[in-house]
């Protein structure tokens, strides 16, 4: 949005805001803490961890299948392909200024923000007790 074009708002809407604000906090005070917690960084990210994941599970499908039943192992390149135009996507949304939030998420891990991988990596450490000293 170009600069020239932004208008503030008057009482009367910063007041009609307000209200509305309190009503779905009051109303639904999950989906308030969701929606301030969620960032186009954090949902791209978890849509790429998901994509590697079916990267994964497509290569393991291609390797596993290519000599025996061509077909599924087609599905499993198509698969691939789709987890790399999703990863691609996501990466060219979160742009350098997500990468470094990214990448600084990682090693903060789950810390008090949670990481990129949310309590993923605090359960794994709780479950298997290793202590990260």
């Known amino acids: 949005m170009r600069e020239d074009w932004v208008m503030p708002l008057s009482e009367e809407e910063l007041r009609i805001l307000q209200e509305i604000e309190a009503n779905l906090t009051e109303t639904d005070p999950a989906l308030v803490q969701q929606v301030s917690e969620t960032t186009l960084y954090r949902h791209a990210a978890r849509s790429i961890k998901w994509a590697i994941v079916a990267f994964v599970l497509g290569l393991v499908l291609l390797v596993l299948t290519f000599t025996k039943v061509l077909l599924l192992g087609f599905a499993g390149f198509l698969v691939m392909l789709g987890a790399l135009l999703v990863i691609e996507r996501n990466a060219r949304k979160m742009g350098r200024a997500g990468m470094e939030n990214l990448t600084s998420s990682l090693r903060r891990g ?24």
Do not use: I
């Not at 810390?111 to 290793?130: A, I, K, L, P």
């Open 110 to 133: 789950s810390g008090e923000g949670g990481g990129v991988f949310g309590t993923t990596s605090r359960w794994w450490r709780e479950r298997f007790h290793r202590d990260e000293s």
